[in-house]
């Protein structure tokens, strides 16, 4: 059974920094592309950055500059790096494998982890 863990959420301030990591189970992850995901409350969720299988990122545009995705395949491991967070961030963020919105990657998401960005 294929399982995503994400962990690394917690309350900060704004202008702060947040590490995420998705630890995955019961697969491989090389072969993929990974991502992040998140859900403000009250709004659906949506994309926040993918990774490739080379390790390229692409980024939504309200946080290019600010968080950096990486994967370490050996561990089975995604990260966002979230860096100068803002009101705006808070969310749950989600981990997801395979090809953003294609019918495979619907089967695999994680459980979340609460972002809250708040003074």
């Known amino acids: 059974q294929v399982q995503l863990v994400e962990s690394g959420g917690g309350s900060v301030q704004p202008g702060g920094s947040l590490r995420l990591s998705c630890v995955v189970s019961?697969?491989?992850?090389?072969?993929?592309?990974m991502s992040w995901y998140r859900q403000p409350p009250g709004n659906q969720r949506e994309l926040v950055a993918t990774?490739?299988?080379?390790?390229?990122?692409n980024y939504a545009d309200f946080v290019k500059g600010r968080f950096t995705i990486s994967r370490d395949d050996d561990k089975k491991t995604i990260y966002l790096q979230m860096n100068d967070l803002k009101p705006g961030d808070t969310a749950a963020y989600y981990c997801?494998?395979?090809?953003?919105?294609?019918?495979?990657?619907?089967?695999?998401w994680g459980q979340g982890t609460q972002v809250t960005v708040s003074s």
């Open positions: 997801n494998m395979g090809n953003p919105g294609s019918p495979f990657a619907h089967h695999y």
């Open positions: 019961g697969s491989i992850i090389s072969i993929f592309p």
């Open positions: 990774v490739d299988v080379g390790g390229e990122g």
